[in-house]
């Protein structure tokens, strides 16, 4: 089992850039798949990207070229950058550890709010 804390989120403008951080404890990050969801208000959970324990990433089409997932396994931390954000990507954004196989353990959240 591991414990996710989220952190980073805030009101930015459009256009604006934000750094969201899921910091890990209780279990070796290291063996962790990463992943960052989110969830807008009235609408269902939604993958938005994933880091695997060997360092591969993948985006929903809504993100790829604006956001970048990554991970510091000496930091037990995994970061999500957005840049030119969009008010469609106001969301509470959640990350998920997880091991092959197994299920895995979610943060609280972060609330990220772009709006002029």
């Known amino acids: 089992q591991v414990q996710l804390v989220e952190s980073g989120g805030g009101l930015v403008q459009p256009g604006g850039s934000l750094r969201l951080s899921c910091a890990a404890s209780?279990?070796?990050?290291?063996?962790?798949?990463i992943t960052w969801y989110r969830q807008a208000p009235g609408k269902q959970r939604e993958w938005v990207a994933v880091i695997t324990v060997g360092g591969n990433t993948n985006y929903v089409d809504s993100v790829k070229d604006r956001f970048t997932i990554s991970r510091d396994n000496a930091k037990n931390t995994a970061y999500l950058q957005m840049n030119s954000l969009k008010p469609e990507d106001t969301a509470v954004y959640y990350c998920y550890g997880y091991r092959t196989g197994s299920s895995g353990d979610w943060g609280q959240g972060t609330q990220v709010t772009v709006s002029s």
């Open positions: 209780g279990s070796i990050f290291r063996n962790y798949h």
